[in-house]
């Protein structure tokens, strides 16, 4: 294959009401190297995506021990072990515009409002809401006519952008982190289902309703529609390219099965005559671990290189019996200094930073370019509020995974000054994403030794 005759980054397989976007495949790379101008010190894009958890964290058992390179993970952050030399944790940061600034209570909902925008939310419960551009939509905006979907937005709890949800804060900046502008939150979605057809429908109309109605009752894969379309490009690759989308499709496949599976245990079961989420997991484990999958394959593909997935909505008062949690999150978080309240809070604080971990494995060990995924992403893991019962908004518990295309030294515990803007790091993350920008929202420049 020449260089003329190579693949587009932007490839396509096509069929009857589906289009597939591609990893990348060494047809895909130049064969003279990349050209100027393009991401990342490898060509390959980069990718950033934000995953935000609720009610603030444990503080001395987040925090590692250590600063520097020289640093041991902390008992909160242990099943990272697998993933520690592709980490960084970033202590001393602050958002200072979720403090009530005079508004009285309502620190949740400002948490969640200024999160990724570093603005003041405008307290009301009507129309007249009010935040900022969030550092996701600010790249996308950039960035997003480059990818088939400028951004992806993921939760696993819904909830509305209507009414009183806290102190006399709207439920939109509860149930929200991203913003398009000040007064347009982006809705998250929670139905794995819908996200995987927003991602593979067909571009015109994310796919006809006769067809995915039809592929639903004969429970045809999307990798059945678009068959001959794979077959065709598969003859023209080396055996590399080859196994490696033998790879890509089995892990589709995967996918679909459990969102089926899923699906029917659902319609064999007795459910209630009560209000439910429709081909939402019955399971929060199942439930996460499709959402990091999708997100996963979303940045694989190059369908979207922006992202944010909110683990819980803010306030959340879930459960987690499945490690032995069966009180309310949001109740336990209010602890008082009570180690019968203390104790459960370490447990769900650790179950979520799993499922973290389990993800950027998973990034780890998809192989793109001259490395993985992961060393082409930054994934940004965290909250507005360190510690749930003071409700405090400085010296957040803040991850940042991924090296930036080289851009990021890893494997560090990096401690700045006391509330240093939360909004500098975005900022720097920015510059890495080529968006260009030089204010967000109370950013007061870039962060220092990130890539030291």
């Known amino acids: 294959m020449n260089d003329q005759s190579r693949l587009p980054r932007r490839t396509f397989l096509k069929g009857v009401g589906a289009s597939l976007g591609l990893p990348l495949l060494n047809a895909m790379c130049p064969l003279n190297g990349w050209a100027a101008g393009t991401s ?22 987040w925090t590692p021990q250590g600063e520097g390179p020289n640093w041991q993970l902390s008992p909160t952050l242990q099943p990272l ?7 960084c944790v970033v202590t001393g940061l602050a958002q ?30 009507g129309v007249d809401i009010r935040a900022g551009v969030s550092v996701d939509q600010v790249a996308a905006e950039k960035i997003g006519s480059m990818t088939r979907l400028p951004s992806l937005e993921l939760g696993t709890e819904g909830g509305r952008n209507a009414g009183q949800c806290d102190s006399g804060y709207s439920c939109a900046y509860s149930n929200n982190i991203s913003w398009k502008t000040p007064s347009t939150p982006m809705s998250k979605e929670i139905n794995p289902k819908l996200v995987f057809e927003r991602m593979f429908g067909s571009a015109s109309d994310r796919e006809s309703v006769k067809n995915r109605a039809k592929r639903d ?31 890509y499709f089995s892990s589709i496949r995967e996918i679909e099965l459990r969102i089926t599976r899923l699906q029917s245990g659902r319609e064999k079961q007795t459910i209630p005559k009560i209000e439910l989420p429709n081909q939402i997991p019955r399971e929060l484990d199942d439930h996460i671990k499709l959402m990091f999958d999708l997100l996963a394959m979303s940045f694989e593909t190059d369908t979207t290189r922006v992202a944010t997935f909110m683990l819980a909505n803010e ?33 769900i604080d650790k179950y979520l930073v799993s499922h973290f971990a389990r993800f950027i494995e998973k990034l780890k060990n998809t192989p793109e370019g001259d490395g993985s995924l992961l060393d082409h992403s ?8 360190s510690d749930g019962n003071q409700h405090n908004h400085n010296d957040l518990p803040i991850l940042l995974a991924g090296s930036g295309s080289g851009t990021i030294a890893t494997n560090r515990h990096l401690v700045y000054p006391k509330n240093t803007p939360l909004n500098n790091l975005f900022l720097s993350l ?4 080529e968006a260009g920008v030089d204010q967000l929202g109370d950013s007061t420049g870039r962060l220092d030794r990130l890539n030291v």
């Open 217 to 247: 009752f004969y429970r045809k894969s999307i990798l059945d529609s678009i068959g001959d379309d794979a077959e065709k490009l598969s003859a023209k690759l080396g055996q590399t390219d080859r196994r490696k989308l033998d790879e």
């Open 40 to 61: 990342g010190s490898t060509g390959v894009p980069n990718r950033l995506a934000f995953v935000f958890v609720p009610n603030g964290v444990i503080v001395p058992d």
């Open 378 to 385: 930054m994934i940004v893991y965290g909250s507005a509020i």
């Open 81 to 87: 072990a697998g993933v520690k030399d592709r980490l």
């Open 430 to 433: 920015l510059d890495r994403m």
């Open 315 to 347: 306030g959340s008062n879930r459960s987690y019996p499945m490690v032995g949690v069966n009180d309310g999150h949001h109740q336990l978080s209010h602890h008082q200094n009570k180690e019968d309240f203390i104790a459960p809070l370490k447990k």
């Open 96 to 125: 200072d515009n979720a403090h009530a600034k005079g508004d009285g209570a309502g620190d949740h909902a400002r948490s969640a409002a200024a999160f990724l925008t570093g603005v003041h939310p405008v307290k009301t419960d």
